[in-house]
């Protein structure tokens, strides 16, 4: 299951977004460490295409798609040293898929700023530079195990002492370690894996903002600016206005949004924006029994992909029949789809695509 943490200086509204995405009430305080131990949802999401195959294939159970989030204590400067809990926040951070940094745009002098006023930009760098900081802790640490190997002739202990070195000097100029030699071999690659670096994360900068547009502008464009320098990617909620609207009924909910002008569901935009980051698509698969949708990494083929529903459906694949449901909804039925020769017969090769309905046949 994808999992997000949500990080960021204390009083940026982080809990508050946790609590719009995942309607789970938890304290949003005005007082940095409100949060000590992980706050965790697990919140399902809604797909049309599931339920037109759901509908389609009249099915006794749907399993939604769904996504973990994981609202995790304000970092402050200094956490790579262990202030402020940072080593127990730190630890949290580890352990999520990808990481939505929340960063305040808004001005409210009833909330207290930990570091004296806001400013986007600065901010951001302040929870950027902790990460990369405690990565450097890891690279020396690494590369002291290594050191002595690699004087004692061991050839992969050099190659890795090289990285090591090289990667060291990238991150301490602060550049975080996604960004280090986009076009990685495979042996690089796995040696980054294998440190678990917390800069290696995908990152989603939210842009947290309020009802004043002209604050708004200036702000988020300062954090823009900051976030195209290292090829990030960015996000604009107003967390407090979502949650409202998170604890109203169906039809309170829709009366405001209409008045709001907001453009379609929050929760749904920020999946689809964390989907892109950490480049997943979906496939949908659906019998009598059981409809369900799984996020797969794009470029996975039929051949992992079942797999990702069960290693008997891997281990004894036969074929897959394949059709997309934006197609499969123009025809109408899967009757129809056959007749036309629309649903193609596909081996273990064939790379999955986003929408695809597939069928396993397998003994």
Known sequence: ?????????????????????????VPAENYPFCTVDPNL??????????????????????????????DIAGLVKGASKGEGLGNKFLDNISKVDAIAHVVRCFEDSNITHSQGSVDPATDAEIIDLELIEKDLETIKNRYEKKFKLARAG????????????NLKNFLEVGNPSRNFKKERSEKEQEIIDSLFLLTEKPVLYVANIDENKDNNKKYVESLKEYVKKIDGQIFEINSKIEMDLSSMEYGERAMFIEELGIDGDCLDKFIKKSKDLLNLITFITGTKNETKSWNVINGTTAYEA????????????????????????????????????????EGKDYVIREGDYVYFHFH
């Open 1 to 25: 299951m994808l999992k997000i943490g949500f990080v960021g200086l204390p009083n940026v509204g982080k809990s508050t977004l946790f609590n719009a995405l995942s309607e789970k009430q």
């Open 41 to 70: 949802a697990i919140v399902e999401y809604g797909d049309e295409r599931l339920d037109f195959i759901y509908e389609l294939q009249r099915s006794e159970k749907k399993v939604k798609p769904s996504i973990e989030f994981v």
């Open 154 to 165: 061991d050839k992969d202990a050099k190659v890795e002492i090289e990285l090591l070195e």
């Open 306 to 345: 079942a797999g990702k529903i069960h290693t008997d459906i891997q281990k004894g694949f036969i074929k897959a029949e394949v059709i997309n449901t934006e197609l499969l909804k123009k025809l109408g039925s899967i009757k129809t789809a056959k007749n036309k020769g629309l649903i193609s017969i």
